[in-house]
């Protein structure tokens, strides 16, 4: 199964405000492993990985479309 950042490496580039990963490990009080394995599994997009996080810390606000 391929990767989701390997489907739209573009989309990557023009997703807007980006993270560093030490921000973002930052900003979620994350492990430097689990930062730099969401940071390369989703890459640096800030609004990607702000949504990533929200859905982690409650996963049913998503579950009511």
Do not use: C
Not at 30 to 58: C, I, N, V
């Amino acid at each position: 199964m391929t990767e989701q950042s390997k489907l739209f490496p573009e989309h990557r580039r023009l997703s807007g405000e980006r993270y560093t990963i030490e921000t973002f490990r930052t900003a979620y009080d994350l492990s430097g492993a689990e930062a730099k394995r969401l940071f390369e599994k989703f890459g640096p997009s800030k609004r990607e990985l702000d949504l990533l996080m929200r859905a982690r810390r409650d996963p049913a606000q998503f579950l009511n479309f």
